[in-house]
């Protein structure tokens, strides 16, 4: 579980299960606010397009 427990300056504190983490304010959504809980996702769209140009980079450098 991911827990919102403050804001410092570009960063947000947040309470993991294995302590605390900063998180640039630019990842997190608009409306955070403190005691926000957050969940992960997986982007299986973005995640498909990342591993297909470094497949392309791959298959570039063992090519040659």
């Known amino acids: 579980m991911l827990i919102i427990d ?3 300056g570009d960063f947000a504190v947040v309470e993991t ?3 605390l983490i900063n998180i ?3 990842d ?3 409306d955070s606010k403190e005691g926000d809980t957050l969940r992960l996702i997986i982007d299986e769209e973005d995640t498909a397009v990342r591993k297909k140009r470094i497949d ?3 298959e570039r ?3 040659g």
Do not use: A
């Open 6 to 8: 403050r804001f410092e």
């Open 24 to 26: 640039s304010l630019s």
């Open 17 to 19: 299960d294995n302590g």
């Open 28 to 30: 997190m959504p608009k």
């Open 56 to 58: 392309r980079k791959m």
């Open 61 to 63: 450098l063992f090519k």
